[in-house]
């Protein structure tokens, strides 16, 4: 009897031991059911160039003294290419020598010599700066920067004034000139001054050196080109003109991007094959 159980509780232990090992085969363990994440790939950013204003210049010293100074033209006056050892960038300047002091005096001193770039394009936003001498006139010695020029008889001036020690920013509109913000500025003779005007719409800044004098707003010339602007006899000289050019807005330049193509429809997973269709019964005998 005692064997007897024994054996029988060896054999239920067995048992007992022989189904859970087989549950374990069948259903494996938690670590093994779970299958790995895949990494999500890190996405690097691509860097950009940063864009930068376009920069003309000028300091007139690969142009011949004694002729026009090349991509220049003279609208009024005999400006030409004049050789400063004392200029900023030796050797040559662009200006205007003596003379024109009886066209002045017929025109009661209203006669504006005035160079232009021979480009032909036209600027509504940009800087245009220039370094500024005085160097003599019988009845005035006045120069200054054109800005927005399109005609003789309508464009904008910052004048620096000789001898009378004014900076203003006029309008000149159908010939007939206006003084829309003037203030009291020393010009001497035979000095560099620095002249910068910045144009931004119909907003004007007007400096002297890096000193902003004063600003305007006017909107009665919305673009045009530049130049260089002496009054009557005036005896001038420029040197290192520069046209700086800021980029407009990315929204306004940039070309419109292709859409984006439509993204692809997710696949059903592959199902089991199925099986062939099952033959047809044979005709029924007549």
């Known amino acids: 009897m005692n064997d007897t159980g024994g054996g029988r509780g060896v054999s239920g232990v067995a048992l007992a031991a022989a189904v859970v090992a087989l549950t374990v085969l069948v259903m494996g363990s938690p670590a093994q059911s779970r299958k790995p994440r895949a990494a999500t790939p890190t996405e690097t950013p691509t860097s950009t160039a940063t864009p930068t204003p376009e920069v003309k210049s000028w300091d007139f010293d690969q142009d011949k003294a004694g002729e026009m100074a090349k991509g220049w033209t003279a609208v009024e006056g005999d400006w030409t290419v004049i050789g400063d050892p004392g200029t900023p960038t030796a050797p040559n300047t662009f200006g205007l020598g003596p003379g024109r002091f009886l066209k002045a005096l017929v025109k009661m001193l209203e006669y504006y010599p005035i160079a232009v770039l ?61 003084i829309l913000k003037q203030a ?103």
């Open 118 to 178: 021979d480009d032909p394009a036209e600027y509504d936003d940009f800087t245009l700066e220039a370094s500024f001498k005085a160097v003599g006139g019988r009845l005035d010695c006045s120069g200054g920067l054109v800005v927005r020029y399109v005609d003789p008889k309508n464009y904008y001036v910052l004048a620096a004034g000789c001898p009378s020690d004014y900076f203003a920013f006029q309008r000149v509109s159908n010939g007939t000139s206006e």
């Open 184 to 286: 009291v500025v020393p010009i001497d003779k035979n000095i560099w001054y620095e002249l910068r005007v910045v144009a931004s719409g119909d907003h004007f800044a007007c400096y002297a050196g890096t000193k902003m004098v004063f600003d305007v707003v006017d909107r009665k010339i919305a673009k045009g080109r530049v130049g260089l602007w002496a009054r009557a006899d005036a005896q001038v000289r420029f040197d290192n003109v520069k046209l700086t050019i800021p980029l407009k807005a990315e929204s306004a330049t940039a070309s419109p991007s292709a859409p984006a193509p439509p993204a692809e429809l997710p696949q059903a997973p592959a199902g089991p094959e199925s099986a062939p269709p099952p033959a047809l019964p044979p005709p029924m005998p007549k």
